[in-house]
């Protein structure tokens, strides 16, 4: 990596990175290692240096008036001088002399490299905002790519004599959990994703991941992000909050399939008149004409038309041992009222009504709980 040595007159320092992996990596000289170590390096004055292309060498050292920082871009290929480290040239002429070793850290930052970063998030609960007592735990995993773009902008948040790569990805890697939990959080009552789908949303919470974390990181840590993957969502299926969520949801697509049902039964009693009509033009104008065919047509629909359209019944659902049952139509609630399951207290809910009920509340069961006693009273 480079050789130094600290008496007048010996072989000056190469510094230079060789690594083809890194992000931030600190110089060291031969003989030294760079883990755990954040003393000073000796750097002889005239050692020649070498940043390729891509990468820039930031000289970190202390002065009185705190720490001071020069950079060299690459691609350079050269001897340290005033012309290149004017900040350090300035320091070294007052306090060093000639070639005599002044004390910096080195450090290559790669502007080129991609770190990756996986992550995840352990479960927590979210919510559906229409139905708050139900929440279920959901777990996130993914990855995220970043680099160095600006690395002015990044040593101005950062102090690189106190850097640690192991601790950045842990900070990055933390950030990166608090962020996704805002945005799942937040998609169920903002962005209007339900709850029990939000698995197979990946696509929208990836895009919302990445608009909410990519600025944040560039803001906090001064990086910039390429690329998040949310590769999965997992849903606590055998929670308490999700069986009750999905039966309730589950319910509510079912009376919506009934009561579409119900439209397009009439939308057709609808048709069959139209044709009736249609038939009786049609048999009028061949009437005319001469023709049997538009009589026929005519009579044809006269008698669809006449078809009557189905008797509606009434039918509610009820809350039975804290289930919902049903739908139970007139007859078979008057029994449950007989064997003591449905009383004025009882919850029930129809097509219209807003919510449950009392069933003693709802104006169209009152007469299921008034007395049957024919005996009339006593004469005075």
Same mark, same amino acid.
């Given at each position: 990596m480079g050789f130094f040595s600290n008496t007048d007159g010996g072989l000056m320092d190469e510094i230079r990175c060789d690594e083809r992996d890194y992000l931030i990596w600190r110089w060291h000289p031969r003989g030294t290692t760079a883990s755990g170590s954040h003393r000073a390096t000796s750097i002889r004055w005239g !050692?020649?240096? #070498?940043?390729? *292309?891509?990468?820039v060498a930031i000289f970190v050292y202390a002065d009185e008036n705190g720490t001071r920082r020069d950079c060299i871009k690459g691609p350079f290929d050269g001897i340290i001088g005033t012309q290149n480290l004017p900040v350090i040239a300035n320091v070294v002429s007052e306090l060093y002399a000639g070639g005599t070793p002044f004390p910096a850290e080195v450090y290559f930052i790669n502007l080129a490299n991609l770190i990756q970063v996986k992550f995840g998030v352990p479960y927590f609960d979210i919510f559906d905002p229409r139905y708050m007592d139900y929440g279920f735990p959901v777990a996130v995993r993914g990855s995220l790519n970043f680099k160095i773009?600006?690395?002015?902008?990044?040593? !101005?948040?950062? #102090?690189?004599? *106190?850097?640690?790569?192991?601790?950045f990805q842990a900070q990055i890697r933390d950030a990166v959990v608090r962020y996704v939990k805002q945005v799942v959080n937040n998609a169920t009552e903002k962005d209007g994703i339900p709850a029990t789908q939000i698995e197979r949303r990946l696509e929208e919470i990836n895009e919302l991941v990445?608009?909410?974390?990519?600025?944040?990181?560039?803001?906090?840590?001064?990086v910039t992000v390429?690329?998040?993957?949310?590769?999965?969502?997992?849903?606590?299926r055998n929670s308490d909050g999700y069986k009750k969520l999905q039966a309730i949801t589950q319910n509510k697509a079912n009376v919506f399939t009934q009561a579409a049902g119900n439209i397009l039964h009439s939308a057709g009693s609808g048709a069959v008149e139209a044709v009736g009509e249609a038939g009786k033009s049609i048999g009028s104008a061949a009437a005319t004409l001469g023709g049997a065919v538009g009589g026929f047509l005519g009579g044809l629909g006269r008698r669809k038309a006449q078809t009557p359209p189905p008797i509606p019944v009434m039918q509610f659902y009820v809350v039975i041992d804290g289930e919902q049952a049903g739908p139970f139509d007139m007859k078979t609630l008057r029994g449950l009222v007989s064997d003591g399951t449905l009383d004025e207290g009882t919850l029930v809910w129809k097509e219209g009504m807003t919510d449950w009920e009392e069933a003693g509340t709802v104006d169209s069961l009152s007469g299921l709980f008034q007395s049957d006693d024919s005996t009339p009273p006593s004469i005075p």
């Amino acid at each position: 990596m480079g050789f130094f040595s600290n008496t007048d007159g010996g072989l000056m320092d190469e510094i230079r990175c060789d690594e083809r992996d890194y992000l931030i990596w600190r110089w060291h000289p031969r003989g030294t290692t760079a883990s755990g170590s954040h003393r000073a390096t000796s750097i002889r004055w005239g !050692s020649s240096l #070498r940043v390729k *292309e891509g990468s820039v060498a930031i000289f970190v050292y202390a002065d009185e008036n705190g720490t001071r920082r020069d950079c060299i871009k690459g691609p350079f290929d050269g001897i340290i001088g005033t012309q290149n480290l004017p900040v350090i040239a300035n320091v070294v002429s007052e306090l060093y002399a000639g070639g005599t070793p002044f004390p910096a850290e080195v450090y290559f930052i790669n502007l080129a490299n991609l770190i990756q970063v996986k992550f995840g998030v352990p479960y927590f609960d979210i919510f559906d905002p229409r139905y708050m007592d139900y929440g279920f735990p959901v777990a996130v995993r993914g990855s995220l790519n970043f680099k160095i773009a600006d690395y002015e902008e990044f040593i !101005s948040l950062h #102090r690189l004599d *106190e850097f640690g790569m192991g601790d950045f990805q842990a900070q990055i890697r933390d950030a990166v959990v608090r962020y996704v939990k805002q945005v799942v959080n937040n998609a169920t009552e903002k962005d209007g994703i339900p709850a029990t789908q939000i698995e197979r949303r990946l696509e929208e919470i990836n895009e919302l991941v990445v608009s909410k974390v990519a600025p944040a990181l560039h803001d906090d840590f001064g990086v910039t992000v390429t690329r998040i993957d949310i590769s999965a969502i997992e849903i606590d299926r055998n929670s308490d909050g999700y069986k009750k969520l999905q039966a309730i949801t589950q319910n509510k697509a079912n009376v919506f399939t009934q009561a579409a049902g119900n439209i397009l039964h009439s939308a057709g009693s609808g048709a069959v008149e139209a044709v009736g009509e249609a038939g009786k033009s049609i048999g009028s104008a061949a009437a005319t004409l001469g023709g049997a065919v538009g009589g026929f047509l005519g009579g044809l629909g006269r008698r669809k038309a006449q078809t009557p359209p189905p008797i509606p019944v009434m039918q509610f659902y009820v809350v039975i041992d804290g289930e919902q049952a049903g739908p139970f139509d007139m007859k078979t609630l008057r029994g449950l009222v007989s064997d003591g399951t449905l009383d004025e207290g009882t919850l029930v809910w129809k097509e219209g009504m807003t919510d449950w009920e009392e069933a003693g509340t709802v104006d169209s069961l009152s007469g299921l709980f008034q007395s049957d006693d024919s005996t009339p009273p006593s004469i005075p």
